[in-house]
């Protein structure tokens, strides 16, 4: 069974840095793309980055770039997104996906979510 489990989330201030960790299991992970995606209270959710399979590419919205840097370690079928600068309009329920590649516009595979609440 495919499972992915985010951590990592809390409450910081703006400018803070928070590194969000997702532990996969139950599934070929090498040969999947893996992101992260967000939604704010009130707001469609959102692709902030994904990694394809094969490692080449890293993608990233134009509202992150710069400021968070996703990566992947195919050994312990984890992934990490290190958020620096954070701003309040980062606040969301961050959720880890993966698909066989990676799309805009939705994932197959979600996991249930950690809070990232960026507040002075």
């Known amino acids: 069974q495919l499972q992915l489990v985010e951590s990592g989330g809390g409450l910081v201030q703006p400018g803070g840095s928070l590194k969000l960790s997702c532990a996969a299991s139950?599934?070929?992970?090498?040969?999947?793309?893996i992101g992260w995606w967000r939604q704010a209270p009130g707001r469609e959710r959102e692709a902030v980055s994904c990694i394809e399979s094969g490692g080449g590419s890293t993608n990233y919205a134009d509202s992150v770039a710069g400021r968070f840097t996703m990566s992947r370690d195919n050994a312990k079928k984890t992934v990490y997104l290190q958020m620096n600068n954070l701003k309040p309009e980062d606040t969301a329920v961050y959720y880890c996906v993966a698909d066989s590649r990676c799309y805009s516009d939705n994932m197959d595979y979600w996991g249930k979510g950690t809070p990232v609440t960026v507040s002075s």
């Open positions: 139950g599934f070929a992970f090498d040969y999947y793309a």
